[in-house]
């Protein structure tokens, strides 16, 4: 397989976007599960966990918009 062919597939799977976005998630859980004590919920760590939640969100967002605008 060479570079072009493989340029050629990350383009029609959007390929790179769809494993950003997973290792995105697997970087935020990670990041809160180790970070805070999710059984001592106070006001700090809920924002926190909100704020991780909606840009999470964006993100999700942007990649189902990027793949309709695509189509």
Do not use: Q
């Not at 809160?32 to 966990?49: E, K, P, Q, R």
Request: hydrophobic share 50%; charged share 20%; net charge positive.
């Amino acid at each position: 397989m060479n570079i072009s062919k493989f340029i050629e597939w990350t383009e029609k799977y959007r390929i790179i976007r769809k494993l950003t976005l997973l290792w995105a998630v697997w970087l935020i859980t990670w990041t809160v599960t180790t970070s805070f004590s999710l059984t001592d919920i106070n006001g700090a760590v809920a924002t926190i966990v909100t704020a991780v939640v909606g840009i999470l969100s964006v993100a999700v967002k942007f990649l189902v918009h990027g793949d309709k605008e695509g189509e």
